[in-house]
């Protein structure tokens, strides 16, 4: 089964630093390093390293970080055909601070991500009918975000929302057309207007996306684990305890193991274990696509926590 991702592409620019720095400080870091990274595309890259066959749609600038964005790309084994070269901008590009217990902070600058509208949505459309799964995310305009939810929709697919970056004009119309939505705790807090940290507030905040209309939510909040909620029922997904490096692209990693789990025909219980697997092996290597598991090193610790259940 294939998976068609539509979202963001960014080139990451990460300087290393001993701790965060605070409004107006400076702070020298130890270590710089680039990397391919953007939400959608760390989340399809996450999905081809696991063996299943994605495609990703989206825009990128007529520049030396286009021509880098893509080549990592396709050495990750992910159809770029749907990607559109624009000649009048550039290619976005994220700045991430990272501490030395793995926190971070991002600024983003759109670039071409922000042009992403009707050529984009033609390509996901030709792509919508080998696909079964679609990922979107919020790193692109939101009304071509609501356009391609309606496609996929219309084309019989199961549509996962990863609700990031959070906007304050999110459609309502958007919470109906979700399959299943992912947002970690601040992204929930913001869609619900209350804080979300911990087992309570996360039962408490999917109950008021079931009430606007998604069907499965999963609550991710890092070292305490997840939660999957959908109208009738909610369990907690363990954390599983490993040694954080750095935490950039978690998210995308396990929202890409968890797509992949059910593209391999997995049930949504099963492929939450995979989401865990693939978010908890990110945060142990730096980087964002550079940390995404390969499919040996994910299997054996799937296999691992299978055994210790």
Known sequence: MSV??????NLDIVVEVPRLPIKGETIVGNRFFSAAGGKAANQAVAIAKLGVPVSLV???GE???GQTLIQSLQT???NTSGITVNSSTYSGIASIVVDEMGANTIACAAGANNLVREKELEQFELLLPQAKIALLELGIPIATVLNAARLAKAHDCFLILDPAPVISNFPEELYGLVDLMTPNEIEASQLVGFTVDGVTTARQAASFLHQMGVKNV???LGSQGALYSN???NFWVK???VSVVDTVAAGDAFNGALTAGLASGKSLTEALSW???GGALAVTKSGAQASLATKDCFHQMLKQQLLSQ
Do not use: L, R
Not at 4 to 9: D, E, L
């Open 4 to 9: 068609v991702v539509f979202g963001s592409i």
């Open 231 to 233: 109208p009738t029922e």
């Open 275 to 277: 989401g865990a697997v």
């Open 63 to 65: 520049d030396s970080f």
């Open 76 to 78: 990750a084994g992910v």
């Open 239 to 241: 954390p599983i305890p």
């Open 58 to 60: 989206g825009q990128i």
């Open 218 to 220: 999963v609550i991710t």
